[in-house]
């Protein structure tokens, strides 16, 4: 695992949810929780990270054991990357996991989150220990086995 880190994650600070009800990190002690870090626009993300995360959140839907969470985060192209256009991204690519949108930082191309977050680009994906602490954060293409194996060395934790 890449990035390894001995801190609480603060919570998403979120503009709107979409795709389920908002989710609090605090309230997600005992699982595993993945932030996927994304822009409907960003080619990784399109091609590799969504598809994978996708099933992911197929994969643990049923279980108490991880969530999975989609980060919406904006720094380049906002005018075209808003709220409805998302809905419509969300809609069109059939997703099915909750999907936090960034909340924008006044003066800043960053959001919020993503900065709070120290988040470099996407697709980016945090991964979350049972005891919310970050753990790994992969920026760009994870292959799936080795996504697997961290998952499942993090599932394994007491």
């Known amino acids: 695992m890449s990035g390894q880190v001995e801190q609480i994650a603060p919570e998403l600070e979120v503009q709107e949810w979409l795709n389920g009800d908002p989710i609090l ?21 399109v091609h590799h990270a969504t598809p994978q ?5 197929e994969m643990f839907s049923k279980s108490d054991d991880a969530v999975v969470i989609g980060l ?48 470099q680009g996407t697709p980016t994906i945090v991964l979350i220990d049972r005891h919310g602490q970050f753990r ?9 086995m080795s996504l697997g194996v961290a998952i499942g060395r993090l599932l394994a934790e007491s």
């Open 25 to 45: 990190l605090s309230q997600c002690r005992g699982r595993v929780v993945v932030v996927y870090a994304f822009q409907m626009l960003c080619p990784g993300c």
């Open 53 to 57: 995360i996708s099933r992911l959140h």
């Open 72 to 119: 919406h985060t904006v720094f380049e192209h906002h005018d075209v990357m808003g709220p409805e256009a998302l809905k419509v991204y969300i809609h069109e690519n059939r997703l099915n996991f909750p999907v936090a949108v960034d909340r924008p930082t006044a003066g800043s191309r960053i959001p919020r989150t993503m900065a709070t977050y120290e988040l």
């Open 136 to 144: 790994a954060k992969y920026l760009g293409p994870v292959e799936d």
